[in-house]
């Protein structure tokens, strides 16, 4: 029987992993499973940091000679994981940001194990979880922090150029310099597709806007805001067929499918923007807690990791659908430890 069990392996999981273990609760973390399905939904352990090259919105982290640090503070198994870097000196990278908290969990006595929770019971006041082959875990108090993965359009060439400019995060790659004074587009056609439009505007020469349909899902406030923004452009009834690029270069355009009579488009962009939605990874909870309209995992108390489920506390994408930043993912990690905690000292 453990006190705390953390499913997941995120800025979250391993924040929390820090304070219940410094708490003296031995945490035990369960960082998810490499598996080729896994690959594909972007849920390989580590997180959704490992999909992403520099990071520079994490407080800590001016550029500098990071690589020397980070292969001095992570545990020496795991410097040979670490991304490969073409300079030295730099700003953090995300896989590294993950080992670094990683290590720090570890350092103070989390223990990990690499399995996939299947599923969970939490019906009685021991929460039982099921992992992939089958393993049984018992544990007072449970902190998910599964995470969320972002759609992609499923184009093959896009998979090749992740992160050589495809993203699913304007907020966080939109000011890298190969986007900064060229044409750059957004795929969707909700609020955060438009948002992300004049987010990308800020640093970009020319956003387009891409939308399959005929009208866009997102508030009128927004389409307005668009249609009189000068640098968007949008284009209604298109959809990506493929993405341009070299493997020197990277993205260098986009080829676009026009639906209800209008010409196919070719246009040349250094970066796509894939802002198509979010799906939190909560399919292994089965009506096992209170989850909010858009999937995320329902935490009734303002500010704290509670859930629905007495002694079970969430934390990170898996239960913020508006700002999935991976400051607001570690601060979660912290509120939702620090709650497990207060529970299990009967100070609730
Ligand atoms: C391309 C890209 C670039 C980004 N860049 C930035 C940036 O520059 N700055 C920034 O602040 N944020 C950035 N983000 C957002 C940031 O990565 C997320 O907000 C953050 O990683 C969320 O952390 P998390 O701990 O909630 O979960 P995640 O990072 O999503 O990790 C959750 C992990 O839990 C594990 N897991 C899932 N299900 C199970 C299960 N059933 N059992 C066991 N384990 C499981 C998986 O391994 C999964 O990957 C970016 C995101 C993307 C996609």
Known sequence: MEKVIIIGSGPAAWTAAIYT????????????????ANQVSGTLPMGQLTQTCEVENFPGFPAGQIRDYVKSAVQSDRVALLPPRDLEHGTIF?????????SQAVQFGARVVTDEI?????????????????????????????????KYLGLRSEQQYK?????????????LPRYRNHEVAVIGGGDSALEEAIHLAKFASKVHLIHR???????????????????IVVHLSYTPTEIIGTNEKGVTGIMLSGTSGKV?????????????????????????????????????IPFRGNTSVRGVFAAGDVADGRYRQAVIAAAGGCTAALDAEKYLNGNE
């Open 21 to 36: 273990a410094r708490g003296a609760f031995s945490p035990l973390v369960i960082e998810g499973q490499y598996t080729e």
């Open 94 to 102: 995300g896989a590294e940001l993950v080992e670094l908290i990683r």
């Open 118 to 150: 299947v599923s969970v019971d939490f019906t009685g006041n021991t929460h039982k979880l099921t992992g992939a082959e089958g393993n049984l875990y018992e544990s007072q108090t449970v902190i998910i922090a599964t995470g969320a993965s972002a």
């Open 163 to 175: 992160n050589r400019g495809v993203s699913a995060c304007a907020i966080c790659d939109g000011a």
């Open 213 to 231: 349909r005929a009208e866009f899902r997102a508030s009128k406030i927004l389409v307005n805001r668009i249609a009189e923004h000068k640098q």
């Open 264 to 300: 196919d488009l070719e246009l040349p962009i250094t970066g796509v923007f894939v802002a198509i939605g979010h799906v939190p990874n909560t399919n292994f909870l089965r009506g096992s807690l209170a989850l909010n309209p858009d999937g995320t995992i329902t935490r009734p």
